[in-house]
Each structure stands twice: as C-alpha cells, then as structure tokens.
C-alpha cells in the first residue's frame, strides 16, 4: 500500500446523495490535512475525575468512546465485516485475533448477529483530527478512521503513519503501568467507523502546532509515524527523531505514555 496515493471510493446512497472518502492507503495526505492528537488515559482525563474508572479492577482495558453526532457516550456499533476480521487475523495471527473478539476484552462487549464492534480505540493511540465543532458550548472533534466496509486492506501498525488507523490494545493497571493484552500479547486493532466519529476535544491530547522550534531554531513542518518511533519533518525535507520507545529526544514533548512496546 501507498500512503501517498491519492485514492478515493465513491458511494452513491440510497437517498441520491454521494459520499466520497479517501481509501485506507491515504493516510498520510490524510494526516498533512488534519492535526494528531492522542487520545487521553484514564488518569489523565477529566471524564473519569484523572482516576482510574474502575477501582479494584487491576488492569482494565484502557477504552476511548466516540460518537457519530457531537454529543457525550458511545455511539453505534459498526459492523465488523469478513474483510476486518481477515485484516485483523493478517495483522495479529489467529490466535490474538481471537482474543480480542472475547467480549471481555473490550471490543466487542455484546455478540450480535452479523458482528459488530463498539464505537472505540485505545487509550495512548494516536488520530487524525479532521476538524472540530461546537455543540451545547463544548468543542468537539471529528476523527478520521478506516471505513469498516473497506476492502483494500494492507499495512501494519510499524509502516508510515498507519499508527494513526491500526492500534495497539493497552490496559492500563492501578499503579498507572500501561500493559498489554492478556498474558502479555501484542494485540493491533484497526480504528474503524461506518461515519463520522466525535470525541469531546478535552479528551485527546492535540500534538504541537506546526511549524514547531526546535532548540536548534530549525521548524518541524510535518509530523511523521512509524510504530513506536515519531520523527518531525524539516522543511527540506530531512528528518529528526523525536521520540521512541526511550523517551523524547528534543525540546518536543506531549505528556500522553505511550503504549507498551
């Protein structure tokens, strides 16, 4: 898959109306389009009074709602189809796969017919913001996901800028130490809608605004994502780390963990 192809699906409705959405591949044009920002833990947002939601529970599973309207709660669940789950199998191996589709796990809490999966991602996981409105005095922010219809299905959580789409299962335990699945598993999730998905912007953690200082007086002027590792973009173009599994390596910084390695 490409990132940098321009690729666009065109769906004419059943009302007569069209909508025409960027591809799974285009992330990246995507990203240049909107801002980053991540979305926020328990103990760092004031949905859950910066605590862990449930007390007792060693290592819940660090879930982030969203909506398909500018409103609070959980919005419709989305279909997951035969292609999703091959892509999740692609992505994790079957028996991962399988584990997050226990309803414990989180994703899917209640088994339907068709699958469906809840209007979520993970905590510590990065979106793209592709724009914000106003409803009732509170700001709300419209993410980018993969179309859960979507059939052209390719990349992993380490490729360029798939992070922002393809996410990594976390909990979280009461100490504060994020974790992974289960008995220690990697677990990766594609971030997936059927529409629009709204999140209050109190709840995400925006990334620096570009251009953004570097101590040295260079700007950044793009943000770039591979896996663990997010480097920022001169503007000729070179690229500098800015963090990793280590920690930050510049005067940039955001105060969001990041998920387990």
Known sequence: MSPLRETFKIQINGDG???????????????KAGRIATMLVDMQNPKWNFAPRKVGIPAPPQTVTFNNVMRDGKG???PFTNNMLAYLIALNGPV???????????????PTVPPTVESLSWAA????????GIFSGIEYSNVHAIN????????????????????????????GRMIKLGNGYNCYTPFISKGDLWIRSEYLEFWPALPFALDDGTEIVEYELYGHSYYGIRADGS???????????????????????
């Not at 109306?17 to 990203?31: E, Q, R």
């Not at 589709?101 to 994703?107: C, D, E, R, V």
């Not at 996981?125 to 914000?132: A, L, R, S, W, Y």
């Not at 690229?239 to 930050?248: M, P």
Request: charged content about 20%; glycine content about 6%.
């Open 239 to 261: 690229r500098i780390l800015l963090r990793d599994s280590l920690g930050f390596k510049t005067n940039w910084k955001i105060n969001s963990p990041d998920v387990p390695v």
């Open 96 to 110: 991962v796969a399988k584990k997050i589709q226990i309803p414990s796990a989180g994703w899917i809490n209640n």
């Open 17 to 31: 109306s069209v909508d025409i959405t960027p591809v799974a591949g285009d992330i990246t044009s995507i990203k």
């Open 76 to 78: 419709e669940r989305v």
């Open 125 to 132: 996981n990065h979106v793209i913001v592709k724009g914000t």
């Open 148 to 175: 859960c219809y979507e059939t052209q299905l390719s990349g992993t959580f380490f490729d360029k800028d798939l992070r922002l789409v393809i996410h990594k299962f976390n909990a979280v335990t009461m100490s």
